[in-house]
């Protein structure tokens, strides 16, 4: 049964060369394309459902190889083209056949309108295809098939309204940034086969703990290029830029695959190389310092945003950032319990805005107005309007805010709780943990401010535009009370030990993170101090919500168009610290005086066209100029040089 | 494995990609035409390699280096005479007509 794995991946990418060739030749066929592009993603997750309960009734020890080709037999590297089934990618592999089903139905609502539906459809399915790839690759190169594919299909995604400029920049941004990223897991994976000798996970979890003592300079370097690549595809600081561009894509692709599953493989990668950073504990404290710096960074500017993209897109930064800390902290069960709980909650919070901008830009459009649909300025008030939508959004700003039973209380609790615990041993991660508090406050207070904003108060929109407001079809509100189920539920999958529960998640993880816990081993705090820390983070929670709630409220918001200037800090938060500007100044604008001054101006004109194109017109012209000078036409000096030359060769014959 | 078929492939793609460069007359498709060729290329060495050793898995890396170096020019050339004429049709550029 496991082996039929093959078709999780078979069915979506079917998907796409239908939606594909329907894309180029019918793209009216809305019906035929809906069908087949949903059609093909619940039966990947009717596949993926059947091989995780084999999974669980039978728990292999050792990982499941499905070994489909033969793919690159050159010399010592004989790599399989194969998939692993193991308790890791079981976990991934009901995430995203999971979410994305519901995410490809709500497409089904939310595009209906779009003259690309059949285009969308065939990237949506091909991205699962590269998604699924990634998670169920066996070895880097076939994984790093699928983190580069996810990256093509992302930009495909983001710039898909690409006759706009600004997206189609924001598509090239997020492909150049990620780039960078790719650079470091290629020369990781090189050392990997330089110093291990294969590439295989398998190989690697056999011959690391052999070949690496703990702490040496190698296996640091390999997981910091590693950490390079998690930087740039799960958006973390320094590379985290392109992420809230990345919301110029319809607001389905950003719930997709800019919160719930791409930007988690940085997290995926982590966990499943968990041996080589438990063996190179600097670089897990890099992890989790960097993961813990890019929370509280990103939860700040979320604070001051009015894009209600923007503040989740920011919100997603900082929610990767806490599954950094984790994995960087040893936690490899609470990185991917957080991620799988932030994949229910973020996708239903970006579903919800999705129906919120639906409503606004069908309010708009009926009224000519050009007003911003996603200005959550021009909101307010939709709590009377948008019923459905308001109490399933409430439900996921609980869950992210960490407040009981909800799913991402138990996921954070976990996550501070190892922090702290690691402290004991390593006592930066003190500073972790209280860079992950605050940025945990900062994260219940702008949910507060987005939920009080959007739908609270009066409403903002205009008055001939309110009759126009209303909740979204039941295509689109179906799958949200889904995601709404399982973010108030997400929790029993990992539930405490003092709470009646197994740690089921954790037991159910143990044979893959069983390697990484000889060398990096971290114990959980108990009793007292397990109490108070969840007291912390549930006090937090709830004063970071009725302060988010109560700044809000508590002054008028203005529509944007009246709106005055932010200033002073509000102002610098607004503009993201002026981080892409920092950026254009140091590395944009020097590289484009480079090619245009030094390589176009100095190089093509000036050597190549000016010196070797021209120049050898020249010399041939200037030679031939000279010797033009050596004609006087007078015969008397012909007949003189004539002798000359008889003379001298006779002399050499001679001689 | 497979060594006939691939090869076979190989010949049907470079076909294609000559037959494309012959007849059409817009500059990007003939740009596609040319790097289909390469890969028809590419994909008989990899066959080949097979039987051969290593060698011809490198000789690929080679070529797509050139392809990538290739594509980055040409594209900045085609752009180029888009600005100029408007229009990347070969038949309208005749710039070394005597």
């Known amino acids: ?655 | 494995m497979l060594l006939g078929p691939s090869l076979a492939l190989s010949a049907i793609l470079f076909s294609l990609g000559v037959a494309g460069v012959l007849l059409r007359r817009n500059a990007i498709v003939l740009f596609m035409c040319i790097e289909l060729m390469l890969n028809a290329v590419n994909l008989s060495f990899v066959a080949l390699a097979q039987l051969h050793g290593a060698s011809g898995y490198v000789m690929v890396f080679f070529v797509m280096t050139v392809a990538a170096a290739e594509a980055a020019v040409g594209l900045a050339i085609i752009i180029g005479i888009f600005r100029h004429k408007q229009s990347v049709d070969l038949g309208n550029i005749n710039l070394l007509r005597g």
């Open chain 1, 1 to 655: 049964m496991t082996s039929l794995v093959w078709l999780t991946v078979a069915l979506p990418l079917a998907g796409f060369l239908v939606n594909g060739t329907l894309a180029l030749r019918r793209p009216a066929a809305k019906d035929l394309v809906s069908f087949v592009g949903v059609g093909v993603l619940v039966g990947a997750f009717a596949v993926a459902l059947s091989v995780c309960v084999q999974l669980w009734l039978h728990p292999p020890h050792a990982p499941i190889i499905v070994n489909l080709w033969r793919w690159l037999p050159v010399g010592a590297l004989q790599l399989d083209f194969a998939f692993q089934v193991d308790q890791l990618s079981a976990v991934m592999l009901l995430v995203i056949t999971g979410v994305g089903s519901l995410i490809h139905l709500f497409s089904v609502g939310y595009m209906k309108s779009d003259p690309g539906y059949a285009r969308y459809f065939s990237y949506l399915n091909l991205f699962v295809v590269f998604m699924l790839v990634l998670v169920l690759g066996s070895s880097f190169p076939v994984m790093f098939i699928g983190w580069e594919g996810v990256g093509l299909c992302s930009y495909l995604l983001i710039g898909f309204w690409f006759s706009d400029k600004v997206n189609a920049d924001a598509g090239k941004k997020a492909f150049i940034v990620n780039r960078i990223g790719d650079f470091g897991f290629m020369i990781a994976m090189f050392m990997i086969w330089h110093h291990l000798g294969t590439l295989t996970f398998t190989g690697m979890v056999e011959r690391a703990p052999a070949v690496f003592s703990l702490g040496s300079g190698v296996v640091t370097a390999i997981t910091l290029f590693l950490f390079l690549g998690c930087a740039g595809k799960s958006a973390q600081i320094p590379l985290y830029t392109w992420l809230p561009d990345a919301m110029a894509g319809p607001t389905p692709v950003s719930a997709l695959i800019h919160a719930a599953t791409m930007v988690t493989a940085g997290v995926y990668l982590v966990a499943r190389t968990n041996v080589l950073f438990a063996l190179a504990p600097l670089s897990s404290t890099v992890v989790a310092g960097i993961g813990a710096l890019t929370a509280l960074f990103a939860a700040t500017i979320g604070l001051r945003q009015y894009d209600i993209k923007k503040v989740l897109a920011y919100s997603t930064v900082s929610q990767l950032g806490f599954m950094f800390v984790a994995v960087g902290t040893g936690a490899y069960t609470a990185g991917v319990f957080h991620l799988v709980a932030h994949a229910f909650f973020k996708a239903l919070l970006f579903l919800g805005a999705g129906s919120v901008i639906y409503a606004m830009h069908e309010a708009y459009h009926a009224t000519h107005s050009h007003a911003d649909a996603q200005d959550m300025r021009n909101m307010g008030g939709l709590r009377q309007h948008l019923p459905v939508t308001f109490w399933l959004m409430l439900i996921a700003t609980l869950a992210i805010a960490g407040i009981p039973p909800f799913a991402g209380f138990f996921s954070k609790d976990e996550i501070l709780a190892a922090a702290y615990a690691r402290g004991e041993s390593i006592p930066i991660f003190y500073v972790f943990y209280g860079m992950s508090v605050i940025a945990a406050l900062l994260t219940s207070f702008y949910m507060a401010r987005l939920m009080a904003m959007t739908f609270l108060g009066e409403n903002r929109t205009g008055e001939q535009e309110r009759p126009h407001l209303h909740d979204a079809p039941l295509v689109m509100t179906g799958p949200l009370v889904v995601l709404g189920i399982f973010s108030a539920l997400g929790g029993l999958l990992n539930l405490p030990r003092f709470l009646g529960g197994g740690g089921a998640m954790e037991h159910w993880l143990e044979p893959v993170t069983a390697p990484a816990a000889r060398y990096f081993r971290l114990e959980m705090p108990h009793g007292s101090t397990e109490f108070y820390l969840i007291g912390a983070a549930v006090a937090i929670g709830v004063v970071g919500l009725v302060a988010g709630w109560w700044f809000t409220s508590r002054r008028r918001t203005l529509p944007a168009s009246e709106s005055p200037e932010d200033t002073g800090l509000a102002r610098v938060l607004y503009r993201k610290y002026y981080v892409d500007e920092i950026y254009d100044a140091i590395l944009v604008r020097p590289l484009l005086w480079l090619s245009r001054v030094v390589l176009w101006k100095g190089v093509d004109q000036g050597a190549v066209d000016g010196a070797a194109v021209n120049g050898t017109a020249k010399v041939s012209r200037g030679l031939g100029w000279l010797g033009s000078r050596l004609q006087t036409g007078q015969v008397g000096i012909y007949v003189v040089l004539f002798l000359v030359g008889v003379l001298w060769i006779l002399q050499t014959v001679a001689g």
